[in-house]
């Protein structure tokens, strides 16, 4: 069982930043893969960042360029830094275990409302 929890959500205006932290449980966390996924009511939950074990990065065309996704194994946490935030970004972030690096995500946080006004 792992759990995951999400912080650093918040109210922006278009042009700032933000950075998200996904703080994971368990003894493993260093060989899982994680990823950042972000939701608006009425719509699929879509991919935005995805970090593998071996720190290589993925990222959705949306946000390439202004998003940057790390972790720290050492205290079990994965980042999302958002910059030059746009209203469109407005969502529910949620992070993700991967723990098969297979891109298959099995646990999922609570999420952390990100809202950019313009």
């Known amino acids: 069982q792992v759990q995951l929890v999400e912080s650093g959500g918040g109210l922006v205006q278009a042009g700032g930043s933000l950075r998200l932290s996904c703080a994971a449980s368990?003894?493993?966390?260093?060989?899982?893969?994680m990823g950042w996924f972000r939701q608006t009511p009425g719509k699929e939950r879509e991919f935005v960042a995805h970090i593998r074990s071996g720190f290589s990065t993925y990222y959705a065309a949306s946000v390439k360029g202004r998003f940057t996704i790390s972790r720290n194994n050492a205290n079990n946490m994965v980042y999302l830094q958002m910059n030059s935030l746009k209203p469109e970004d407005t969502a529910v972030y949620y992070c993700?275990?991967?723990?098969?690096?297979?891109?298959?995500?099995?646990?999922w946080g609570q999420g952390t409302q990100v809202t950019v006004s313009s």
């Open positions: 368990g003894r493993t966390f260093s060989s899982y893969a």
């Open positions: 993700a275990t991967d723990r098969d690096n297979d891109y298959e995500y099995d646990y």
